[in-house]
């Protein structure tokens, strides 16, 4: 079965300073990835998707990941952030070719940011 | 386009009392999604449809959880009866096609005392 760790519940960094968000997976072979950020009392928004390709992925908002196989990984990165990036953000899997669409999410990172 | 819409946003209900919620997809959109949100969990999948069919509904609670997706298009989603560990926040979702291409609404918050 699939499943995703985000070994980060709260991370805090300053107005300005990088970001790296860790997501790991386990699947059994290469699966679809994605991150989204989710704003108090909002619904999910889709960050970026890794499917095939390039493994170095952007997104909206300045956001990028890179997907490495041999780790298993699928970091979340931003050079600078902004106080608006604070939200929930998600990592998740989707299976290839399941029989379904089921997307399995990470517990989530609460982004703080402080002036 | 317009989103993913769902009602009601809020909903507090006493145990063992029953709860409706509704989603309207975006218009088009064949595949609807439910997922279920406990605070400090991420979302799971409860049902997926694909018009008014069942692909999976393999983690829905079935003795007290059912959907339903008249026509393809709007759909709701039952508890009866309603228990503590049922509070959470519902998500609906949708996509054109089996694609990955969800859009999520904003949910609905129960609260279940």
């Known amino acids: 079965a699939q499943s995703v760790t985000q070994p980060d519940i709260h991370i805090t960094v300053s107005e300005g300073a990088s970001l790296e968000l860790r997501c790991n997976y386990s699947?059994?072979?290469?699966?679809?990835l994605f991150w989204y950020v989710q704003s108090p009392g909002q619904g999910l928004q889709l960050l970026l998707k890794?499917?095939?390709?390039?493994?170095l992925v952007q997104g909206i908002k300045g956001f990028e990941a890179e997907f490495k196989r041999s780790q298993s990984s699928f970091n979340l990165r931003k050079p600078s952030v902004h106080w608006s990036d604070a939200a929930e953000y998600f990592c998740?899997?989707?299976?290839?070719?399941?029989?379904?669409?089921?997307?399995?999410f990470g517990t989530g990172t609460r982004l703080t940011i402080i002036p | 386009e317009a989103g993913v819409a769902q009602s009601p946003r809020y909903k507090i209900i006493e145990k063992r009392q029953s709860v409706a919620f509704w989603c309207n997809p975006i218009?088009?959109?064949?595949?609807l999604y439910w997922y279920q949100q406990i605070l400090g969990q991420g979302p799971k999948l409860l049902i997926q449809?694909?018009?008014?069919?069942?692909?999976?509904d393999s983690q829905l609670p079935k003795d007290r959880f059912s959907a339903e997706r008249l026509k393809g298009v709007d759909s709701t989603l039952k508890i009866q009866p309603a228990k503590l560990e049922d509070s959470a926040v519902y998500l609906c979702?949708?996509?054109?096609?089996?694609?990955?291409?969800?859009?999520f609404g904003s949910g609905t918050r129960l609260t279940v005392v």
């Open positions: 998740a899997v989707g299976a290839r070719n399941f029989g379904n669409e089921k997307l399995t």
């Open positions: 218009s088009g959109h064949a595949t």
């Open positions: 890794y499917f095939s390709g390039d493994t």
């Open positions: 449809f694909q018009n008014n069919g069942v692909v999976d």
């Open positions: 979702a949708s996509s054109r096609d089996r694609d990955y291409g969800y859009t």
């Open positions: 699947y059994g072979a290469t699966p679809y």
